[in-house]
């Protein structure tokens, strides 16, 4: 029977200084109160400036119910952090052929996939693209000789302590019930991630600082447009009696009265009584615009733009919808590259460390790239029939920049090349011959056409405002001169 490993002085200081379990427990009975319900003008006030003195809990409170409870912005805020965690990470050297560099990306690739909760501490560390900062906590846990990451834990945000002036957390009890006693983070132990670029401003100027006015002013909105409804938003009746006969007042009163249940009345010939068209359908137009205004300016504050998001009709030929998709993507990029230095700085650095391994920590990302791939490949295109050619350096980043790994063909002969060549002038020329004027385009995809059904193709795409008929005669003309100059090409 093998003997178990004498656990030496060294090995438990170090055990001591490693985190090796959570610090906190969770106790969903001890988080603050829904704040939003109850909120006035002067209650936001006083939240504000209780934030900026350094009691910051209702602050969070508020951001927390925001985020969470308006529709509008729970769905902007997934929109944008779905957009980054949808997408595939990966790890890659910080310099191509490093060999310590390559076997970091190895080492660490393989603990994070075997890390518990490293897409949950993601997501909560992007929570600071609206909140002022997040906190993520670091378990470690022995591996053979060395330390393995075993779990990351969001730290909730009523966790965070700021009223000494800098960020501190909180002290549970083994319930999860805050003692009233904050404890520095330590570096060990906690990730702390900001990402947002009003860095340099105390915790109470965020982005959220922004998006609640106009989440108060938006809610405000909708009270008084449903108050105005429910008073003015049915048929309005005005009924006349004559002044001779005031007992005739009560009379209609109760009738009015009756109405209300019974959706009719029933009156003398005598009695005149007119229906007027709701009050409300005036003012419809104006809440409108003023909801439409609000939820516009939350979508800016959250996502840079409202146009992905409100799906407005923007006329043929508009482009601002892509450039709308862009303004997200590049949020959602900067996003990306604040969440990779953090990584690399406060994750993968250390656990190298940890681990003795020497070399740089490897460069974090989720491939963000444009949505519009479209508009890529046009200019591909483009770039072709103008015969300029890509050199395979540039298979890295056009990677880069389409998110998927491409691979630089062979240059094709071009023109110039089968011109140059003696075994195909006469080929060449005789195709500058046949092919002139509307035609002298043909010369060129005949010449770089890899295949007879690629010349058929980009002829019908090239010649596509032409009839038929014309197509296709042009068509059998080209594909003879095809075969003719494929022939020539051939060595003898």
């Known amino acids: 029977m093998a003997s178990k490993k004498k656990t030496t002085p060294v090995d438990a200081a170090v055990d001591r200084m490693i985190p090796g379990k959570p610090s906190f427990v969770i106790n969903l009975h001890s988080r603050p109160p829904v704040q939003t319900q109850d909120m006035t003008t002067d209650l936001l006030h006083q939240v504000l400036r209780s934030a900026e003195a350094g009691q910051i809990d209702e602050f969070l409170a508020l951001i927390r119910d925001v985020t969470a409870g308006d529709a509008l912005v729970l769905a902007a805020w997934s929109q944008r ?19 310590e560099a390559e076997a970091n990306v190895k080492f660490l690739t393989s603990q994070l996939k075997e890390c518990t909760g490293f897409l949950d501490a993601r997501s909560h560390l992007l929570d600071s693209t609206i909140y002022p900062m997040a906190v993520v906590e670091k378990i470690y846990a022995r591996s053979g000789g060395g330390w393995k990451l075993a779990q990351l834990i969001p730290v909730p945000h009523d966790m965070l302590d700021y009223r000494n002036g800098k960020l501190q957390i909180k002290v549970v009890t083994e319930e999860g019930v805050p003692t009233g006693e904050v404890e520095d983070l330590d570096p060990a132990r906690h990730i702390v991630h900001r990402g947002h670029l009003l860095r340099a401003l105390p915790p109470a100027w965020c982005p959220a600082r922004a998006l609640l006015f106009y989440w108060f002013l938006a809610a405000a909105g909708r009270s008084w447009w449903s108050r105005g409804l429910e008073r003015d938003g049915g048929p309005f009746l005005v009924g006349k009696y004559d002044p001779a006969h005031p007992e005739d007042r009560g009379a209609m009163e109760a009738a009015f009265a009756d109405a209300v249940q019974r959706f009719g009345l029933v009156i003398s010939q005598d009695t005149d009584v007119q229906v007027f068209k709701d009050l409300a359908s005036g003012s419809a137009a104006a809440h409108e615009a003023y909801q439409m205004h609000m939820h516009g300016m939350m979508l800016k504050v959250v996502t840079g733009q409202a146009l992905t998001m409100d799906g407005k009709s923007l006329g043929l030929g508009s482009d601002q919808a892509a450039v709308a998709n862009d303004v997200l993507t590049d949020l959602v990029t900067f996003d990306d590259m604040l969440l990779a230095e953090t990584l690399q700085e406060q994750l993968f650095q250390p656990l190298l460390r940890l681990n003795r391994r020497p070399g740089s920590p490897p460069v974090f990302s989720h491939g963000v790239v444009s949505e519009n791939l479209k508009a890529r490949a046009e200019v591909l295109k483009v770039l072709k029939e103008a015969g300029v050619e890509l050199l395979p350096e540039a298979a890295g980043p056009l990677s880069d920049s389409l998110g998927l790994p491409v691979r630089i063909a062979a240059p094709s002969p071009g023109l110039a090349t089968l011109a140059a060549n003696p075994v195909n002038r006469l080929a060449a020329a005789e195709l500058a011959q046949a092919f002139r004027g509307s035609l002298a385009p043909v010369r060129r995809l005949v010449l770089e056409a890899q295949s007879a059904e690629e010349l058929q193709a980009r002829l019908a795409e090239f010649y596509a405002d032409w009839a038929p008929g014309r197509v296709a005669s042009l068509t ?15 060595p003898a």
């Open 81 to 99: 952090k779905t957009r980054l965690l949808g997408k595939p990470w990966a790890l890659t050297a910080e310099t191509k052929g490093d060999a």
């Open 476 to 490: 059998a003309d080209a594909l003879t001169a095809f075969a003719a100059q494929g022939a020539a090409a051939c």
